[in-house]
């Protein structure tokens, strides 16, 4: 007599259990001949599924909610410097070992104020690069880049903001002398 669909899924899954070990050495054996095929099937399988995959790790993830960020919590503490250099790459196009001999180049100094790398956080240290052409320029402290950033990368307004800085300390000169 010949089995439902459903009942030959029951017995497969039901044989499965059974004998986990010898499955999952039949399916280490399988895929370590079929690496290739493997994958290209896993990848078209994700392909033509990518909506169900997306749905079901947002299910999951909104299950417990708590649980997936104690992981990714977990996750960029113990990948800080990984996390660091994909971020390097993928925002500026340099590694982590071209970003640590900029610093040196400079003496560990930011290039606008001097102020010493080693003194502060890391998180203060920050690769300047024009917005425009991706160009990276050099390293300067948190301020500076700041600083910069908020007159826009424009050298103009850098110099009327010094130019108003420095008629500010000529009249306050010029002040204390009468």
């Known amino acids: 007599m010949a089995q439902s669909k459903e009942e030959r899924a029951a017995y497969m899954a039901t044989y499965r259990e059974a004998n986990r070990d010898k499955e999952k050495a ?6 370590a001949a079929n690496v290739e095929r493997a994958k290209a099937n896993s990848s078209s399988w994700y392909r033509a599924n990518a909506d169900k995959v997306k749905a ?13 960020r104690a992981y990714a919590v977990a996750y ?7 996390l660091k250099c994909s971020r390097l790459q993928r925002n500026l196009g340099i590694t982590l070992v071209e970003r640590d001999q900029m610093i ?10 001097s102020s010493a790398f080693e003194s ?3 998180k203060h240290i920050h690769i300047d690069h024009c917005h425009e052409t991706g160009k990276v320029r050099g390293v300067l402290c948190h301020y500076c880049n700041i600083g910069i950033g908020n007159f ?3 050298p103009t307004m850098l110099r009327a903001a010094a130019d108003y800085l420095e008629r500010d300390y000529r009249l306050e000169a010029a002040s204390s002398l009468d």
């Open 104 to 113: 040196e180049d400079q003496q560990g100094l930011c290039l606008i104020c």
């Open 26 to 31: 039949r399916s280490a054996a399988w895929y």
């Open 152 to 154: 826009r990368d424009d």
């Open 120 to 122: 502060m956080p890391s």
């Open 56 to 68: 079901a790790n947002a299910a999951r993830y909104a299950a417990d909610v708590e649980k997936g």
């Open 76 to 82: 960029r503490e113990a990948n800080v410097d990984k």
